[in-house]
């Protein structure tokens, strides 16, 4: 660290970037990519680059609430501890739960899991990493012995053929991405496969996109694992000397995939032609690295579909060397720090199991006689026993599982009937908070102070630089105060994040099995400043306490006799669709999770503003479905209302939506709606891509935006709306089905806030009106019964409350007008698709380099790179097909 810059790690994905910002303890800054972590060296994606617009206290919560009010900590934490031990007594540990999140830091994962599994003698704690990498783990363990990813990032730069699948790496680990787009220029010969069902970003840089029949991924690595075989590819030598059962595993592959390979590729849904190029460059490239990550692991069958590229590389010999490797790619910031502390249901801390050896270390280390001796109920599982009514209390930390867990309705109907629920969180609105009984103000990004592990096992700071606000606490704080209270003072008297992480570094020497990994040996006695001062470094470390890239290098395993498990699989497959669509869900470039944060960044709204479902156009034709218009997504499960989107590289039959839209941001949003609760049977982890859907359009008799701090309800009744920040103001997208545009406006001038200039049209077929300049409170309206109004928010946002702007130049210029630039392509510089196109216009020969140097266009964070080189490219198609013809 220097004097002037504070190093600490970006809140966002499992990459884990370093991030530097200003030692001011101001609230208004701007953050930089760490030239020196190992994770990003320097680079930043665009929602790292926006993290200093996530600090402004907006929608912050501040004090704890018990029963709505707002009370003293003393006060929640008595009720909380008094609530517990009543519970405990009358209905024993486990009528107890705990749901905690990827977002906390590993201190807080480890008091949490030390209170639960450790003094309260309840399992029945998980984490929603369980939503995202758990099928990943449990290959890992059953594999190789232990949840231990065996690669890191160099790999996947130095290998010779990577291989993406269920991964659109470009949109949700951009800075991995953009490391491995620069590998890929510096040297040319490198191949990339992307194996997705949907046209991504990602596929659309690749060498090869098998756009694969989704569910099949597990049938098409069995194939490859039996060409291997029949061309005799398979490292021999390695096999026999440090693994087993890998004739079993054969054999169950060549079943599985069967003996045609034409009758495998259209079992697939792939061109032969492409599925055997697939497999050449599988036989004639050793450095071969397979990256995977939701596609793969939200899935009935992720467990398997995971052990199947395991499989194949520990059959080829490829594992643990430079540029060969089967690496699972975490989604959260600390899901593998969760996970090193017991962060799952199913382990206890330090990669350790629910054995009698384990369990009885764990009780000698913590001196914790009440230790759980059982896995506890895992997420979806958790929260059907709460809906029966077996969880008494319930305290949710750093998460909101309304929206993301599987089938809502029914998790609603859990946390309406748990006795005592109990939210941790940073934000006064969510799905979630309107059901608990005491909320806990914790301290966010910037503020709260600890470690984070990436997803190649790099141990990172998280660095707080902002004093807290109002009464916010550290949530390993809050459940330390609990413990105490339960007459467990000794057990919980910590001085800070310090001495918690000294406590699980030793833990994690404490007993250890011989073959384990996991051990954090050279930050067993680190002083508080050693602490504060701790560089990023990646676990496991040699005798001389530097870090090991790599696992399993020796071919020693961390299995019982050291030797890697072949497992033969055969993953299922999900149910056909019939006359309904296969809906898929995932991430959107600029946005993360539930929009906690990035929903309050103007700017990251812009790049997809809308909660779209998205459809080929002959799937949207043969259901009467109309590009823009409202539509209704509906199974047995539930409903949840989006924008219709048509892309002709969507694959026919399927459907895609973003995960992140909840009801804070959309009516009648989210996903997590129609998901069914189908679990694998061994992770727990949800399917989450393969909800089957009927979609049918609304009927809508007015549409309308609103623009101003607060949504009226004469303006909500009736409507189904979408919300973005604009900044200072919301941006309402307004639907209504059953009032009209006349009855709307009436309605509205009876009771707007202050007198505004109106404007209408002589048939009454809109309508404007905007509070006069420096007014408050302030507001902008346009309703129109023929099209959506879709305002420029770059206008906007320059104008709002403008004295030089008059309400005729509002009401009759940009606001109103359907955006003219096209798209938002660089979030980071504001060039819309219309800039590109017009430069290229008037540039004919120019190319992507003369694109970025004249509008800077992925010259910040990249993360737009594909978008624009995509476009530059089109372009240039375009012109030829126009001078051809």
């Not at 990023?536 to 399993?552: H, I, K, N, V």
């Not at 309800?713 to 979408?722: I, K």
């Not at 302030?778 to 946002?797: A, C, E, I, K, N």
């Not at 008059?806 to 219309?834: F, H, M, Q």
Request: glycine residues 8%; aromatic residues 8%.
């Amino acid at each position: 660290m220097t004097d002037r810059r504070l190093h600490t790690t970006c809140a966002y994905c499992g990459v884990g970037c370093g991030v530097e910002i200003p030692r001011s303890g101001d609230r208004d800054i701007q953050v930089s990519g760490l030239a020196d972590h190992p994770a990003n060296q320097g680079r930043l994606c665009v929602k790292g680059t926006h993290l200093g617009e996530i600090l402004p206290l907006q929608q912050r919560l501040l004090r704890p609430k018990l029963a709505g009010k707002t009370v003293s900590w003393d006060t929640a934490l008595d009720f909380i501890s008094q609530t517990i031990d009543r519970v405990r007594t009358e209905t024993g540990p486990d009528s107890l739960g705990f749901y905690l999140s990827g977002q906390l830091l590993t201190e807080d994962y480890y008091v949490a899991n030390k209170l639960a599994k450790g003094f309260l003698g309840t399992a029945n704690l998980d984490t929603n990493s369980r939503l995202c990498m758990s099928s990943a783990v449990a290959a890992y363990q059953q594999s190789l012995g232990e949840d231990a990813v065996p690669g890191c990032y160099n790999d996947l730069e130095q290998a010779d053929l990577v291989i993406l699948v269920g991964s659109n790496l470009a949109w949700a680990h951009p800075v991995l991405f953009q490391r491995l787009q620069a590998a890929r220029k510096a040297r040319p010969q490198m191949r990339l496969v992307v194996i997705d069902p949907r046209a991504t970003d990602t596929s659309r840089a690749a060498d090869l996109h098998l756009p694969l029949k989704p569910g099949t991924d597990g049938r098409l690595f069995n194939g490859a694992l039996a060409w291997l075989a029949d061309n005799n590819v398979l490292d021999t030598d390695f096999i026999d000397h440090h693994t087993q059962q890998f004739e079993d595993t054969l054999a169950a592959a060549r079943h599985h995939a069967g003996a045609n390979w034409a009758a495998l590729a259209d079992d697939c849904g792939l061109a032969l032609v492409d599925l055997l190029q697939f497999f050449d460059w599988l036989t004639t490239t050793p450095k071969t690295v397979t990256a995977w990550s939701m596609g793969i692991n939200q899935s009935r069958s992720g467990v398997a579909k995971s052990q199947a590229i395991i499989n194949l590389h520990l059959a080829t010999g490829r594992i643990s060397k430079v540029g060969a490797t089967p690496f699972s790619i975490t989604g959260q910031p600390n899901a593998m720090g969760g996970r090193e502390v017991g962060g799952l249901a199913n382990q206890l801390a330090s990669h350790r199991g629910f054995t009698e050896t384990d369990c009885n270390a764990v009780t000698r280390f913590w001196n914790a006689p009440n230790l759980a001796r059982k896995p506890g109920l895992k997420a979806v599982d958790l929260f059907e026993a709460a809906a029966r009514g077996e969880i008494k209390v319930l305290w949710i930390m750093a998460t909101n599982p309304l929206a993301s867990l599987p089938d809502a309705n029914r998790v609603r109907e859990a946390l309406a009937r748990v006795e005592t629920v109990i939210v941790s969180d940073v934000v006064t609105d969510n799905d979630t908070l309107a059901y608990a009984d005491v909320i806990l103000p914790a301290l966010a990004w910037g503020e709260k102070d600890g470690t984070v592990t990436n997803s190649e096992r790099c141990l990172s700071r998280q660095r707080g630089f902002l004093l807290p606000p109002g009464d916010a606490k550290p949530d390993w704080w809050a459940m330390a105060e609990v413990g105490k209270r339960l007459g467990y003072e000794a057990a919980f008297n910590y001085s800070g994040p310090a001495a918690i992480f000294a406590e699980h570094a030793a833990m994690s020497v404490f007993e250890s099995a011989p073959n384990r990994q996991f051990g954090l040996q050279p930050l067993t006695n680190l002083t508080p400043r050693e602490y504060d001062n701790l560089a990023p470094s990646q676990w496991p470390y040699d005798a001389e306490g530097r870090s090991r890239a790599r696992l399993f290098g020796d071919g020693r395993f961390a299995t019982a006799n050291g030797r890697a498990r072949f497992v033969p699989v055969a993953p299922a497959e999900p149910d056909a669709a019939g006359k309904q669509l296969r809906l898929n869900t995932g991430r959107l470039r600029d946005q993360w999770h539930s929009m906690t944060r990035t929903g309050l960044v103007s700017r990251l709204g812009q790049h997809r503003p809308d909660f779209c479902l998205t459809l080929h156009p002959a799937d949207a034709a043969e259901r009467d479905l109309l590009e823009g218009q409202p539509v209704r997504v509906t199974n047995a499960f539930g409903r949840f209302v989006a924008v219709l989107a048509l892309d002709s590289s969507q694959r026919r039959g399927d459907a895609f939506a973003p995960m992140h839209w909840n009801e804070t941001f959309a009516a009648a949003g989210g996903v997590a709606r129609v998901i069914p609760p189908v679990v694998d049977p061994q992770s727990g982890q949800p399917e989450s891509k393969h909800a089957l859907v009927s979609v049918e359009p609304m009927s809508i008799s007015c549409a309308g935006t609103y623009v101003a701090e607060h949504l009226p309800e004469t303006l909500a009744r009736g409507a189904v709306w979408f919300k973005r920040s604009l900044g200072a103001q919301w941006l309402w997208t307004l639907f209504y089905t059953n009032r009209t545009l006349s009855d709307i406006s009436e309605h509205w001038q009876s009771v707007a806030p202050n007198t505004g200039i109106t404007l209408t049209d002589s048939e009454q077929h809109w309508f404007q009106q905007a509070s006069p300049s420096g007014q408050t409170p302030s507001y902008w309206l346009g309703l129109s019964d023929r099209q959506r109004p879709v305002p420029d928010t770059d206008w906007l946002q320059q104008h709002w409350q403008n004295d030089e702007v008059s309400l005729e130049d509002w009401l009759t210029g940009k606001p109103g007008e359907a955006n003219p630039r096209g798209d938002l392509i660089c979030t980071c510089y504001s060039v819309y698709e219309r800039d590109i196109e017009n430069y290229l216009t008037r540039h004919s020969e120019a190319g992507l380099a003369e694109v970025q140097r004249a509008l800077k266009c992925s010259t910040q964070c990249g993360s737009c790179l594909e978008e624009v080189s995509g476009l530059v490219q089109a372009c240039k198609v375009a012109a030829v097909t126009v001078e051809t013809a």
